[in-house]
């Protein structure tokens, strides 16, 4: 049998020593009638084990139905986005056991190598976030979201006991798919979740975010760079929030834009979580990779998830360890602050990886890189006859909206081209859009191609204008 | 070590004490104290908070667990150990019957503190605990 | 003067400025000045204080941080209910393809059809298994797939009009903590039954406790003191008779898959840890897997997108289910741990999974006929996938915990077993001592865990400051977890300049 050691011989031994003539005496607390037989036809209705050459021959012919981003000049993100990943991180992360093959670090002294290298990865989500609490990571952006707004509402309880606050506002252009998880959780929670939608500008429309900040608010999430690639003005959120005295979430999408951006520590927010993807891991169709969090440390104690400090051993020497493990479900149970028991270690391992190989100052440059192509690529783009930016005065980082014709897509594929992720089912008046990403493995040649392939694909189409 | 006859104990290792002035004092027992061995946080209610006999008021955590405190009579808390509640054990661990105490209360009916257990029912319980 | 090899610093300790490990291509359009084109946007003061490193000694900081990890590759790891067994290599071998590893969720869906197909075959794997008819990929963990069945559970009650009414979740007092967490979360009371002195279900309790408040009991089987529930079948018909439903933790899969169908015995969901039952590596504690498997009237409320094989042979993934609950993570899971399941199960086939289920109740029970009398076995009968010992006899005699005994493993190269769970309250007040030796073990590995428990028995009686003040040779000695706790530093000093 595939990965069983143990000879007929060894089990005939074994079942000696326990005093039972065969296997079957072991599960005697199952009901025989519910008992599977191997010799019957009940028995399971999966096919025969295949050895290693055999499957590896079928995941071939699997992939062989399947294109990846790397078969196309690829422009799609809207979350997970098309980086190239250094052959370190799979060498390290995948190909050597020591972490891969472990658990959760549990007992300190024989998973230092586990401790030491959370302890690092939190240090590096400091870094980028400049908040001084960052947890072990999470399983992804959106979990990481609805996590923040459970944490907000339990913040919010404690410091407001006697009032009522159930509502989660979500301000401006969002991720659908950290929205509709967040509702997710909201609903069994019994939160509401109010989105206030973005303005023409694709920013947030203040005047709509004044209107819901009441005192039955806990919290605020803005996502910048936004889903439509803009980046917001987290600060003026922040000082939207005050009078009511909500927490702020600012989430992240693209972690490449921090390299950037006002920190999310400089703009006042309390939490910060976002997606890790972009940071060392594989597209994988989405998963896994992970979501980090941090926050102000004054909102340490309602924090969710696995946590590391350094500490000291017996002999005084440095060591790691977990800690604050009492929020966690596997001691306060019901009352915990998550029910979450792991976090995405090998995930965040690969994030250390990516950030300490580009280190500081490549980090900077990969980040700028990127900015000089968005802004080559969105001008060469709106020079296509019949293509526009849909919003063109509001900043953007690594995404940008084109304007122009609906069903473009087919199109596009036959010259090898995955074009901007058609917006029609984002929100009304957006027909005819396309959210394009761009990466530093985009180059300009395939951009070019993009704008005539649009051009070619145009002709003759009336201008839409929503 | 005898344990004080004047306080009342309840099954989950808290004690009640009524005082002169008509309030009454709760803390935890020295047992609970060593059980929970590593002490890290305490979290207790507000001065002007009422407490529910039977309920929990607070919560006090150790490195690998977290209890219940639970109050024994029901009233309105009129001091908390600031000391304790700035997660300072010291007193807690010396003097778990004195200068150890969380909070107290000015209970709606002193009479509730009678359904506790005498210091002799409480080591009867600690003695059948212990295996 | 104390000398420090710089293998043994932080890497933010080693960085120099102007070190690095990788290089861009040069930029192939004009350079843009940021602040010229981002106008208006406030940038960060600084640039993130990240390490700067060289790529020798970046290997060789986490090579040595490897060596300082015990992992299944490396060690025995009898770590109860997490099932450490073996993970094929050719999992990740293959994932790494870039069929996998650049396939884009927002590719059009003509180009997943490998993918789609990978999925609607696992879930149908899972469902055999499970004996229910409807599986969902999407939850990303154990934790995940138990919230998700109590979503669906509660959507169930809610389309029924009793979701008001239903309030209540019972669960034993035995259950892994995320089980009350999740409830609670999932917005249900929790209602603990304690067990009887087997650890088992108290039917007679467990019917004075049921009625028209409750939702649902989540139950694991095998229970996690290693126990096979005996009356699953009349618990389940006790749940259903009075309009409940019956959850399933299946953490302990690994034990009864392919010898008895959850759904056979009226299961009504549960979820598996592919993590643990399928061989996704853990990873250093994630990421995993967490699907679930439903009865057929829960299964309009799982989570959207469903992937399924059309009438044509092709494949797509459906949106249109007015009744699913949602979303509970993005896109569709950790996909790239579905993958390695599906590897590892297609080399299983149906044979492998029946006997990887033998195989594992074969080697606990070994371990509980071999260290019979070594170690007090609270419930001495035949256990499941683990066996739990506990300290009693240790701490009676010599004052040595269940925690000692485990950090004295560590000097003879095998991963503790799992100490704080069971909680006391359910092993008669002693420390539990929770081993899961897996299938993949060999009788060698198994014999030399013996000899080495036999052999730290003997310590605890003849040399207990040896036992108390273990591991000796590890890089660090015992840690001081609480004052992570009281004074924690959770991040290094240099990463805030």
Request: charged share 25%.
């Amino acid at each position: 049998m595939p990965f069983i050691q143990n000879t007929d011989a060894d089990q005939k031994a074994m079942l000696a020593a326990i005093g039972v003539k065969s296997i079957d005496e072991l599960f005697v607390d199952i009901p025989a009638n519910l008992r599977l037989k191997m010799s019957d036809s009940n028995m399971l209705k999966l096919p025969p084990g295949k050895g290693e050459l055999e499957v590896t021959r079928h995941i071939q012919g699997l992939l062989a139905k399947t294109k990846n981003a790397g078969d196309y000049a690829f422009f799609r993100g809207g979350g997970i986005y098309n980086h190239f990943v250094s052959t370190l991180i799979d060498h390290i992360a995948l190909f050597d056991g020591s972490f891969i093959t472990a658990y959760t670090p549990y007992q300190p002294e024989c998973s230092q190598g586990t401790l030491t290298f959370i302890y690092e990865f939190q240090s590096c989500i400091t870094a980028l976030t400049g908040l001084e609490v960052a947890n072990a990571s999470m399983y992804d952006a959106a979990s990481a979201l609805a996590e923040a707004m459970m944490m907000g509402k339990h913040v919010a309880e404690d410091r407001f006991r006697k009032e009522t606050r159930n509502n989660f506002v979500l301000a401006g252009a969002f991720n659908p798919e950290y929205v509709q998880v967040c509702k997710t959780y909201a609903d069994v929670a019994g939160l509401k979740v109010i989105q206030v939608q973005p303005g023409a500008d694709g920013r947030i429309d203040k005047e709509a975010l004044a209107k819901v900040l009441t005192r039955k608010v806990f919290a605020v999430a803005v996502q910048s760079p936004n889903y439509l690639g803009i980046i917001e003005d987290v600060e003026a959120v922040v000082a939207a929030s005050k009078e009511c005295e909500a927490l702020v979430v600012q989430c992240v999408g693209e972690p490449l834009s921090l390299a950037l951006l006002q920190t999310p520590a400089e703009a006042g927010v309390d939490i910060c979580v976002g997606e890790g993807q972009a940071l060392g891991n594989h597209q994988f169709l989405g998963g896994p990779a992970f979501g980090f969090f941090a926050a102000k440390k004054d909102w340490l104690r309602k924090m969710p998830g696995r946590i590391v400090s350094e500490t000291k051993d017996r002999d005084g020497r440095r060591a790691f360890s977990l800690a604050l493990a009492t929020r966690e479900q596997h001691i306060r149970r019901e009352k915990a602050t998550s029910n979450i028991c792991t976090n995405q270690s090998l995930c965040a391992l690969r994030a250390l990886i990516h950030l300490s190989a580009w280190g500081k100052k490549g980090f900077v440059e990969l980040a700028e890189h990127t900015v000089s192509k968005t802004q080559y690529a969105m001008q060469k783009l709106a020079s296509v006859p019949g293509v526009s930016l849909a919003h063109p005065n509001s900043p953007v980082f690594n995404e940008f909206v084109i304007q122009a014709a609906p069903s473009l897509e087919k199109k596009l594929l036959k010259k090898r081209i995955v074009g901007g992720l058609p917006l029609d089912k984002y929100g009304k008046g957006r027909r005819g859009q396309y959210l394009v990403a761009i990466t530093e493995v985009t180059t300009k040649a395939e951009i070019d191609q993009y704008a005539e392939a649009l051009a070619e694909a145009l002709k003759g189409k009336p201008v839409t204008v929503s | 070590m005898a344990r004080p006859d004047n306080v009342r104990y309840l099954e989950s290792h808290e004690w009640g004490r009524l005082e002169k002035d008509g309030t009454v004092t709760i803390g935890i027992t020295d047992f609970a104290v060593d059980q929970l061995n590593d002490l890290t946080f305490v979290d207790l209610p507000e001065v002007g908070d009422k407490v529910k006999k039977g309920e929990a008021f607070g919560e006090i955590e150790s490195v690998k667990a977290v209890s219940d405190l639970i109050s024994p009579v029901s009233g309105k808390i009129v001091a908390v150990h600031d000391d304790v509640d700035s997660d300072d054990f010291s007193a807690l661990k010396k003097d778990a019957f004195g200068a150890g105490w969380l909070i107290k209360v000015k209970p709606d009916n002193p009479k509730e503190l009678d359904s506790a257990k005498s210091a002799a029912d409480y080591e009867k319980q600690l003695a059948e605990e212990a295996h | 003067m104390a000398i420090t090899n710089p293998t043994d610093k932080l890497l933010f300790e080693v960085s120099a400025d102007g070190r690095r490990c990788l290089r861009l291509p040069a930029l192939d359009v004009p350079k843009v000045d940021v602040k010229q084109a981002l106008k208006g946007v406030k940038l960060r003061a600084k640039p993130a204080p990240l390490p700067e490193v060289g790529e020798l000694d970046l290997v060789r900081h986490f090579t040595n941080l490897g060596k300082k990890n015990f992992s299944t590759d490396r060690n025995f790891y009898p770590l109860g209910s997490c099932t450490m067994k073996y993970n094929p290599k050719i999992n990740v071998t293959l994932l790494s393809l870039p069929g996998f590893t650049k396939a884009h969720p927002h590719l059009p869906e003509a180009d997943l059809q490998g993918h789609i197909e990978l999925m609607v075959t696992l879930e149908n794997w899972l469902s055999e298994i499970s004996g229910l008819p409807a599986v969902t990929l999407q939850p990303a963990a154990g934790a995940q797939g138990e919230m998700t069945g109590l979503m669906v559970i509660k959507a169930y009650f809610d389309k029924k009009g009793e979701s008001k009414t239903r309030r209540k979740v019972i669960i034993p007092d035995n259950a892994h903590g995320t089980n009350p967490a999740t409830a609670a979360l999932a917005g249900f009371e929790t209602v603990t039954l304690k067990g009887n002195a087997e650890g088992n279900v108290d039917l007679n309790l467990l019917r004075s406790l049921v009625g028209p408040d409750t939702a649902a009991m989540m139950i694991t089987n095998p229970s996690t003191l290693g126990i096979l529930e005996p009356n699953m079948a009349e618990i389940a018909k006790i749940l259903h008779a009075a309009g409940a439903q019956l959850y399933m933790d299946g953490a302990n899969m690994n034990a009864i898959q392919g010898m008895v169908r959850p759904g056979d015995y009226g299961v009504d969901c549960m979820h598996f840890n592919l993590h643990k039952t399928y061989s996704v590596p853990h990873g250093s504690g994630g990421p995993g897997a967490g699907p679930i498997a439903v009865a057929s009237h829960l299964e309009p409320f799982l989570p959207t997108p469903r992937p399924v094989r059309n009438a044509d042979g092709s494949y797509s993934l459906d949106t249109k289910r007015p009744d699913t609950i949602g979303k509970v993570r993005s896109f569709f899971g950790n996909y790239g741990a579905l993958v390695m399941a599906y590897i590892y199960m297609s080399q299983l086939g149906r044979e492998g999974v029946r006997r990887n289920g033998e195989n594992a109740v074969l080697n606990a029970n070994y371990l509980r006929a071999r260290l019979r009398g070594v170690y007090h076995i609270q419930n001495d009968k035949a256990c499941a996938h683990e066996v739990v010992f506990t300290d009693k006899k240790q701490h009676t005699e010599n004052d040595i915990t269940a925690l000692d005994i485990a950090k004295r493993m560590i000097d003879y190269n095998i991963h503790p077993m799992t100490i704080y769970f069971p909680l006391p309250a359910v092993t008669g007040g002693d420390g539990a001592m929770m081993v899961e030796p897996t299938e993949t073990e060999s009788k060698e590995t198994l014999d030399y865990f013996v000899e080495v428990m036999k052999k730290i028995a003997q310590e605890c009686k003849e040399n207990p400051e040896l036992v108390k003040n273990a591991p000796h040779t590890t890089p660090v000695s015992r840690v001081d977890e609480k004052s992570a706790t009281t004074n924690p530093q959770l991040y290094c000093p240099m990463c805030i300049a």
